[in-house]
């Protein structure tokens, strides 16, 4: 794909600045905001380093990993930060249409707002709609419920039967996790679009 911008009522999606670093390390950095995530609280080197790795993978060509900023398009803050990327499972043989996958973080102060949700739709929509998308994934903790309702109100079905487990983060003492595997097809999202 090609790192394309978007927009919704309320938010921007836009590329990584290096300028955004006060508030990629303020979520990067905060163990509570980071308890069901896969990455240890940043330090100020690993979060110019992540910046520093979102611009570059915006630029490429395939862009397989697109970072997004989530800015308020009224007061221009950022409000936290989405991925969608080509599944790993591309590099598999025999699957010619892309699987894509969802992830999502805000800044604490942005939460509760609707703002995941919003951000993650349009996503979605982008994925099918532009990108010829044969299935949107995304994936979480077990115990993370605000993450995975967003999966739900994207229009995402859990897949009960896809046992995954995923490294604990340092507030979880690194103890191995349920994975849930939320997904929802070309198909199904074309029923209520
Ligand atoms: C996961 C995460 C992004 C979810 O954030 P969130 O704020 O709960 O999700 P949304 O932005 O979609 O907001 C939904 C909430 O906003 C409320 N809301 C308030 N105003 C709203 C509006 N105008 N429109 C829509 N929803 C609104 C909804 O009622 C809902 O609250 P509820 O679940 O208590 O009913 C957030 O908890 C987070 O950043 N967690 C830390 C990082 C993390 O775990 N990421 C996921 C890893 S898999």
Partial sequence: MTFTELETPRLR???FRESDFAAV???ASDQENLRYMLFDPHTADDTRG???FAIAAAEAAPCVNAQ?????RDSGAVAGGAGLSLSDDMDGGGITQPIFELGWILLRGA???GFATEAACELTRFAFDEQHAATVTATC???NVRSYRVMERLGMRL???IKRKRRGSVLLGYAERDELFYAVTRE???LSH
């Fill in 13 to 15: 999606l836009r590329k």
């Fill in 25 to 27: 390390h303020s979520w």
């Fill in 50 to 52: 992540f910046i520093r």
């Fill in 68 to 72: 997004y900023i989530i800015e308020a």
């Fill in 111 to 113: 939460q509760g707002l």
């Fill in 141 to 143: 903790d077990a115990e």
């Fill in 159 to 161: 897949f009960p039967e």
């Fill in 188 to 190: 199904q999202y074309y």
